[in-house]
């Protein structure tokens, strides 16, 4: 399968402890991005990067929420202190580079539900 | 980005066509219509997009009105399989930026057997 993949599919964890989330993309994507979903809602940009560099990041991503994407492969989200607020499904997307055509499709990984007790 | 505004909800029988409706007003010139769906448990997958012609491929045909201000997701014929969140989403093409996705709730398609 050469989709993306994350890691874990569900963490649960108690309040105030540190989460990390992995995301492999689509091996020649140069664009990584990572959204957050609550339940009955649309997915929120939270931050993407373009190979290594983070280019963007949405007001949502808190001081606690940190990302890495070192050699421009796979990235981490890590959430330090979590609050029950916390609690979402964190997608994680890759694509090419922006096209003239407007494309720029973003392929989705499954995610990761995140419950924070 | 321009906002859209999409019905909460649709239900369609199995293997009748659906037309899923976007209103878009307040779309810009360099605004690319893009389609997304999500099926339960899973994350969002890409539809189709388009500028100003109506669009056909494997999975649907957008028709996108004369002045662009709307736009419909059509399903030829519906399978239960096609059962999900179809979120209709404006993004500009300006070079650089991140592209990000911005999603509304989108509407619920419920296709019954």
């Known amino acids: 399968d050469t989709g993306v993949s994350q890691d874990p599919r569900h963490k649960i964890t108690k309040r105030g402890q540190n989460v990390t989330f992995r995301c492999d993309p689509i091996?020649?994507?140069?664009?990584l991005y990572w959204y957050r979903q609550t339940l009955g809602q649309g997915p929120e940009f939270l931050t993407y990067f373009q190979n290594e560099a983070q280019l963007e990041k949405s007001r949502l991503l808190s001081d606690r929420f940190s990302a890495e994407r070192p050699k421009g492969s796979f990235s981490t989200l890590e959430i330090q202190r979590t609050e029950q607020g916390d609690s979402a499904m964190y997608l994680c997307a890759s694509s090419l580079d922006p096209s003239s055509k407007g494309s720029n499709e973003q392929f989705f990984g499954p995610g990761t539900r995140l419950t924070v007790l | 980005d321009a906002k859209t505004t999409q019905p909460n909800s649709m239900e369609s029988n199995e293997e009748e066509p659906v037309h899923l409706p976007c209103n878009h007003s307040t779309i810009s010139g360099t605004d690319y219509i893009h389609w997304y769906r999500q099926l339960p448990s899973q994350g969002p997958e890409y539809v189709i997009h388009?500028?100003?012609s109506n669009v056909n491929n494997r999975m649907a045909s957008l028709a996108i009105a004369e002045d662009r201000k709307s736009s419909t997701l059509i399903l030829h014929r519906a399978t239960l399989r096609d059962a999900a969140v179809y979120y209709c989403?404006?993004?500009?093409?300006?070079?650089?930026?991140?592209?990000?996705?911005?999603f509304g709730k989108g509407t619920k398609l419920s296709v019954i057997p």
């Open positions: 091996s020649e994507h140069n664009r």
């Open positions: 989403i404006l993004r500009a093409y300006s070079g650089a930026g991140s592209y990000q996705l911005t």
């Open positions: 388009g500028l100003t």
